[in-house]
C-alpha cells in the first residue's frame, strides 16, 4: 500500500498512462479501499488516456482468484486501456 501511495505522489496527479496503470491496479486488487476508482479510470479514459501494450494479466488473474465484484468491467477497462 505504501508504494501505491508513493507512486501517486512520484506521478504529481498528471493524467498519464501511469496514472490510468495506478488506478486500474487499485481497482483490480484494492475495490475497498479505493472506491473512487472505477470513476477515475472512466475520467481518464473519456479524457483520451491509455496505455498501449501494457500487460494486465497478471492483475487481471489476481482479481479473478479473489473474485472482483466486477471482474467483466475489468476486462472491458484492459481492452480500452492497452489496445493501440
Not at 495506478?22 to 475497498?32: I, K, M, N, S, T
Amino acid at each position: 500500500m505504501k508504494y501505491i501511495h508513493k507512486a501517486f505522489e512520484l506521478n504529481d496527479g498528471k493524467e498519464s498512462d501511469t496514472a490510468i496503470e495506478l488506478w486500474f491496479y487499485c481497482y483490480a486488487v484494492f475495490p475497498g479501499l479505493f472506491s473512487d476508482s472505477k470513476q477515475k479510470i472512466e475520467a481518464l479514459l473519456e479524457k483520451g488516456v491509455r496505455s498501449p501494450h501494457w500487460d494486465f494479466s497478471e492483475i487481471l488473474k489476481i482479481a479473478k482468484v479473489e473474485n472482483h465484484p466486477d471482474y467483466e468491467q475489468l476486462v472491458e477497462f484492459d481492452k480500452m486501456i492497452t489496445e493501440p
